[in-house]
């Protein structure tokens, strides 16, 4: 099923910054964060297994809340490259537990804008 | 590093016609994948294969035929197009293991379809 991304735009000026969420009804073992410029592939950001942790690389950082099924992306200081549509893609967890080999749902997108 | 590469950029079809899209990889990667990207929308599985000979459905597999006789290469084939499936489709791969089970996925710059 998938996950539900919100919002589903952001626009910002330079500095500013943003929280993007992704919501899913199921049981999650991972969530993974992507984000594809216009005309351009999707790019690895991150990824989050499940245990609740949070992980981050310069001014983006996200979190996984295993409880909730949810996870945020953080985007801070906003610079204008930061520009695009970010996608969490999520792994659900199977009856166990378990990884359920790699295989992911995306999310619909948040489309972001950052003004100078 | 090569990484994911994806043949034609770009294809305009005739409804009925038949095409294959290309997808190889030079990374070693078990784990290929075929999406399709509709405007403004998030990524659709089409198929997966988690090694060679090995091929799955994915959320919207109607319409397409996959085959993974190597490592390295995963072509799709649309059979009679529809205009339903102008798109734009990616093909992702991915080091997939029980032990590790961090499936960051690798992106090709796509190949854009209009069937008209």
């Known amino acids: 099923q998938q996950p539900v991304q919100s919002p589903q735009a952001v626009i910002l000026r330079e500095g500013e910054d943003a929280v993007i969420n992704c919501s899913s009804s199921k049981a999650l073992y991972s969530v993974h964060w992507y984000r594809q410029k216009h005309g351009e592939a999707p790019v690895f950001l991150m990824i989050?297994?499940?245990?609740?942790e949070q992980k981050g690389h310069d001014k983006i950082s996200a979190s996984f809340n295993e409880k909730k099924q949810q996870s945020s992306l953080y985007l801070t200081a906003s610079q204008l490259s930061y520009s695009g549509t970010y996608f969490c893609g999520t792994e659900m967890a199977t009856n166990a537990g378990g990884t359920s080999y790699g295989k992911l749902t995306f999310g619909q997108g948040t489309i972001l804008t950052v003004h100078p | 590093n090569a990484g994911v590469t994806q043949t034609p950029k770009f294809r305009i079809l005739k409804i009925g016609q038949s095409m294959t899209l290309q997808c190889t990889q030079d990374m070693n990667h078990n784990y290929m994948y075929w999406y399709r990207q509709d405007p403004g929308m998030g990524l659709k599985l089409i198929y997966y294969s988690v090694g060679a000979g090995i091929t799955d459905k994915g959320e919207v597999p109607n319409g397409y035929n996959v085959s993974r006789s190597t490592t390295e290469d995963f072509p799709l084939r649309l059979e009679l197009a529809a205009p339903s499936q102008t798109s734009v489709y990616f093909c992702a791969s991915s080091y997939w293991t029980i032990r590790s089970a961090k499936n960051i996925q690798y992106f090709g710059a796509g190949t854009r379809l209009s069937v008209l």
């Open positions: 989050l297994l499940k245990g609740g």
